[in-house]
């Protein structure tokens, strides 16, 4: 068995081939971070591919991404390795030293003693998936925030604008906002212009008086006449419709990289493709998993535990470790699964007339959902509400 241990770097990686015995059969030598290097590592360790082998590389921010998706496109095997195991390795050594070349025969050994992680193909798809999914969040935090900020500055300058659409955010509202910006400067547009802001956002489909209301609005208002406010307003539309088309591109990724990965937990009915992908690309492959209350345990939803002497608490929170992502997707999955899923409705309703506040309800309903997903994605099955009574 041979073991390629590779340190990563910025701009330089260094490398070092082991085989079974501790035999050093490449000496530690460094590449560069670009193609030449990429291609100067593949000629060195190529010959060690073709009888049994392990390449491995510590997971340590973003400068070996590039370096794991050449090697697995070289049909080479990888594993991932936690830096605490290379730290302990390192210090079982009687002399305290650390550099790039001894680092890379470290990871050789912790190769050798199989503490790593294996990666695949597949399961690189689920950390892009993480990305992408965990963007998606980003984007929408931001855009709530653009969107609370815009309703802050139309309190400002024409509180009563809210009360004359009868949906927030459409075309025609946003038009409007856009072009005039506040309730001095409709008061000052002539009807007309109104009137062709208005068809032209909404190609004519919204009603005709929309125009003569925010016109009559306007006049009684007691808007403020903010010059600032209504240049912030302005700009502020301007962001939030750059975010909405971002999030629109994003979506559509995340859709088209769920229906690659193709993964049973999209069979429950209610769980839809941004929230289906947070919670597979959150929890990583399934197999890490022994069971569903490791899974609980995971996503920081099991209940902690107090006791001291004789006292032992009936009652406590989640513990809330882990990734708060999958906690968001999970709790947004609860309402719809409730509504749409006959199963998860009907647990619902049952721990409701146990006496369960609407939350705690909830977080039953999530740890429910864990149990099914589990069982989904470790005997790779489609949904079944027969079989999740």
Known sequence: MNYIGIDVGKFNHC??????????????????????????????????????????????????????????ANDFQVGIINPISTDAKRKQKIRKTKNDKKDSLT???????????????????????????????DLTASLNQAKNKLQKCIDIVFPEYNSIFATKYSKAYMAVLKECGSAKVIRE???????????????????????????????????????VMTLEIKQLIASIELLMDQLDIVDRK???????LNSPIFTIPGIGWITGMSILCELGPIDNFSSHTKV??????????????????????????????????????????????????????????????????????VRKLLRVIFKLLTENMSFDSALCK
């Not at 060690?48 to 590389?57: A, E, K, W, Y």
């Not at 956002?201 to 016109?215: E, Q, V």
């Not at 995340?254 to 690659?260: D, N, S």
Request: proline share 2%; aromatic share 8%; hydrophobic share 30%.
């Open 296 to 365: 609980i345990a995971y996503t920081g939803l099991d209940c902690a535990v107090y006791q001291s002497g004789q006292y032992n608490a009936d009652k406590t929170a989640i513990t809330k470790r882990g990734s708060p992502h999958i906690r968001l997707s999970l709790y947004q999955a609860a309402l719809p699964l409730c509504r749409f899923n006959a199963t998860f409705n009907e647990y619902y309703n049952r721990k409701r007339s146990e006496g369960k506040s609407h939350r705690c309800a909830q977080g039953h309903v």
């Open 254 to 260: 995340i859709e088209e990289l769920a229906r690659t």
């Open 15 to 72: 490398c070092a081939v082991m085989n079974s015995e501790g035999e050093v059969l490449v000496e530690p030598f460094f590449f560069a971070n670009n193609s030449d290097g990429f291609d100067a590592l593949l000629h060195i360790i190529k010959p060690f591919q073709s009888s049994r082998h392990m390449s491995g590389l510590e997971s340590t921010g973003h400068y070996g991404d590039n370096l794991l998706r050449f090697l697995l």
């Open 189 to 227: 547009t002539h009807l007309k212009h109104l009137k062709k802001i208005v068809s032209d956002a909404s190609h004519g489909k919204i009603n005709s008086d929309y125009p003569t209301r925010l016109k009559e609005s306007a006049k009684t208002s007691i808007g403020e006449d903010n010059a």
């Open 107 to 137: 990871i050789c050994a912790v190769l050798q003693s199989r503490d790593y992680t294996h990666m695949t193909k597949n399961k690189l798809s689920l950390r892009e998936g993480k990305q992408l999914t965990r963007y998606h969040h």
